[in-house]
């Protein structure tokens, strides 16, 4: 059986031990959700203005790095930072979660009724579109769970389900609600009205996930309510988030978080607001671009085609679950046949072993393809291709050359950077190569171009998965270039 297809059976019997289903499903779930409304209700409150939010605590990138060695845990410090405002819908959230190595990772996320965004703020990597707003107003507002059960009882057309469960040995009532279609998460209420728990599963890199936030007991905010004195996001077995509240308080007013910025101080461009099209980069040597938000790359490698990357969208693991994954490898085929007509496509070279860059092999390898890997992420692939008949793996093993196409290319291994074993590809007579990931942050923009160096790789032109246009050399020493 597929992950998919383990994936409805799994979705049944996910959440809380000893349930029980419910009859009146209608009439009691709105009384559990009444209830809970008035265990968050602040009496003789006004209409609410902004609230503000920051929490402390660390988050584990062993829980969403699957490849990682049992037991290894990757410990950052983390910070959130929430303005929101419950009547406009309007949000934004600054996570900074900073590295064991001390690489830092710095997002905004902003949403309101026009939209939504997400900023790297350290890379100008944006992901922009209209239709992110909905999906960043829940992460951010079901943080919240009395913006939850508000959101939940003005759509009861959407509840599917109430069970009464045992949860840690107590009683709780579980009301499953569809967020949108394929986007189920069961809310678990005690007998008080307090939220204890959220829990949906979601589809990941190895197969289905249960990811389960838990709501520490409340504490009362000044022109707020109760809110959460902190929460936890495990997914399946490892602890991913934990997050304490540092303060949590209204205010009147606004606040410059939520305004869009002006247009003189926008991002660099993004992928996912280009056009999709495919772009020549050199004889026999093409980028797909904008395939569903990401660019794959395309070489001729002498009768037969080389794919550089295998990209994948499983979305963002958080208190409510993301969109329904996608692996996208339907559409790079597309592009690939219409590129190259007629040419079999015979290698796929995932960079890394993270799921957005492997994701994409099942698909590759049903089409033919053999995967070139690095040794340490061999058992993964296999792992992944476990429902492919015959799959085709090849492991790297120093330089591999290809140089019976149009274009002579290298893949090479390089070491210590934003995973532990990186593969890029290298166009000597181009002065030129194709990565992922590695030009999205400053720390990484500095070993990679370390690692050139130390290599011997004349690179001036760099081609990345995450980027709507080339980077130069020349632009990531100046990235780094902080002055004396």
Not at 104 to 122: A, D, F, I, Y
Not at 193 to 204: D, L
């Given at each position: 059986?597929?992950?998919?297809?383990?994936?409805?059976?799994?979705?049944?019997?996910?959440?809380?031990?000893?349930?029980?289903?419910?009859?009146?499903?209608?009439?009691?779930?709105?009384?559990?959700?009444?209830?809970?409304?008035?265990?968050?209700?602040?009496p003789?409150?006004?209409?609410?203005?902004?609230w503000?939010?920051a929490?402390l605590?660390?988050?584990d990138?062993?829980?969403?790095?699957?490849?990682?060695?049992?037991?290894?845990?990757?410990?950052?410090?983390?910070?959130d930072?929430?303005?929101?405002?419950?009547?406009?819908?309007?949000a934004?959230?600054?996570?900074q979660r900073?590295?064991?190595?001390?690489t830092?990772?710095?997002?905004?996320?902003?949403?309101?009724?026009?939209?939504?965004?997400?900023?790297?703020?350290?890379s100008g990597?944006?992901?922009?579109?209209?239709?992110?707003?909905?999906?960043l107003?829940e992460?951010?507002a079901?943080?919240?769970?009395?913006?939850?059960i508000?959101?939940?009882?003005?759509?009861?057309?959407?509840?599917?389900?109430?069970t009464?469960?045992q949860?840690?040995a107590?009683?709780?009532?579980?009301?499953?609600?569809?967020?949108?279609?394929?986007?189920?998460?069961?809310?678990?209420?005690?007998?008080s009205?307090?939220?204890?728990?959220?829990?949906?599963?979601?589809?990941?890199l190895?197969?289905?996930?249960?990811?389960?936030?838990?709501f520490?007991?409340?504490?009362?905010a000044?022109?707020?309510?109760?809110v959460?004195?902190?929460f936890?996001i495990?997914?399946?077995?490892?602890?991913?988030l934990?997050?304490?509240v540092?303060?949590?308080?209204?205010?009147?007013?606004?606040?410059?978080?939520?305004?869009?910025?002006a247009?003189?101080?926008?991002?660099?461009p993004?992928?996912?607001?280009?056009?999709?099209?495919?772009?020549?980069?050199?004889p026999?040597?093409?980028?797909?671009?904008?395939?569903?938000?990401y660019?794959?790359?395309?070489?001729?490698?002498?009768?037969c085609?080389?794919?550089?990357?295998?990209?994948?969208s499983?979305?963002?693991?958080?208190?409510?679950?993301?969109?329904?994954?996608?692996?996208?490898s339907d559409?790079?085929?597309?592009?690939?046949?219409?590129?190259?007509?007629?040419?079999?496509?015979?290698?796929?070279?995932?960079?890394?072993h993270?799921?957005?860059?492997?994701?994409?092999?099942?698909g590759?390898?049903?089409?033919?393809?053999?995967?070139?890997?690095?040794?340490?992420?061999?058992?993964?692939?296999?792992?992944?291709?476990?429902?492919v008949?015959?799959p085709?793996?090849?492991?790297?093993?120093?330089?591999r050359?290809?140089?019976r196409?149009?274009?002579r290319?290298?893949?090479?291994q390089?070491?210590?950077?934003?995973?532990?074993?990186?593969?890029?590809?290298w166009?000597?007579?181009?002065?030129?190569?194709?990565?992922?990931?590695?030009?999205?942050?400053?720390?990484?923009?500095?070993?990679?171009?370390?690692?050139?160096?130390?290599?011997?790789?004349?690179v001036?032109?760099?081609?990345?998965?995450h980027?709507?246009?080339p980077?130069?050399?020349?632009?990531?020493d100046?990235?780094?270039?902080?002055?004396?």
């Open positions: 059986m597929t992950a998919a297809g383990r994936l409805p059976v799994l979705a049944l019997c996910f959440a809380f031990a000893g349930r029980t289903a419910m009859a009146d499903t209608p009439e009691r779930a709105s009384e559990v959700l009444a209830r809970a409304a008035r265990f968050y209700e602040v003789g409150s006004k209409e609410p203005g902004l503000r939010l929490w605590g660390t988050s990138l062993g829980a969403v790095d699957q490849a990682r060695q049992p037991g290894l845990r990757l410990p950052t410090r983390a910070q930072l929430l303005v929101i405002d419950p009547v406009g819908r309007r934004a959230l600054d996570t900073i590295g064991s190595d001390g830092p990772g710095l997002w905004r996320h902003q949403t309101g009724p026009e939209g939504g965004r997400s900023v790297n703020r350290k990597l944006t992901f922009d579109a209209a239709d992110r707003g909905r999906h107003w992460r951010m079901w943080r919240l769970p009395q913006l939850a508000a959101e939940v009882r003005a759509a009861p057309e959407r509840i599917r389900g109430l009464r469960a949860d840690r107590s009683p709780v009532d579980v009301v499953r609600f569809e967020l949108a279609a394929g986007r189920d998460v069961e809310i678990q209420i005690r007998p009205g307090e939220v204890a728990a959220y829990a949906y599963v979601m589809n990941r190895r197969g289905p996930a249960r990811v389960v936030t838990r520490e007991p409340s504490v009362s000044p022109g707020i309510g109760k959460p004195r902190g936890t495990d997914i399946g077995d490892a602890r991913w934990t997050l304490s540092l303060d949590a308080r209204g205010m009147p007013g606004d606040d410059p978080w939520l305004r869009p910025p247009t003189d101080t926008a991002p660099r993004t992928i996912a607001a280009s056009p999709r099209r495919v772009e020549a980069l050199f026999g040597a093409w980028a797909l671009r904008n395939i569903g938000g660019n794959t790359f395309l070489v001729d490698v002498g009768g085609l080389l794919l550089f990357d295998a990209i994948a499983f979305g963002t693991s958080d208190v409510v679950p993301p969109p329904p994954p996608s692996a996208l559409q790079v085929l597309d592009a690939v046949r219409t590129t190259a007509p007629g040419t079999p496509l015979c290698w796929v070279v995932p960079s890394h993270h799921d957005d860059h492997l994701g994409g092999i099942v590759l390898a049903r089409a033919g393809a053999t995967v070139l890997t690095s040794p340490g992420n061999v058992a993964l692939v296999k792992e992944v291709l476990r429902d008949p015959r085709k793996v090849e492991t790297l093993r120093g330089p050359v290809f140089d196409g149009p274009t290319v290298e893949i090479r390089l070491e210590g950077l934003h995973a532990k074993e990186m593969l890029v590809a166009f000597p007579e181009q002065r030129a190569a194709l990565t992922a990931d590695v030009t999205d942050y400053l720390v990484e923009e500095k070993r990679f171009l370390q690692l050139l160096d130390r290599e011997g790789l004349a001036e032109t760099i081609h990345a998965v980027s709507a246009r980077t130069t050399r020349a632009e990531l100046a990235d780094l270039d902080f002055g004396n």
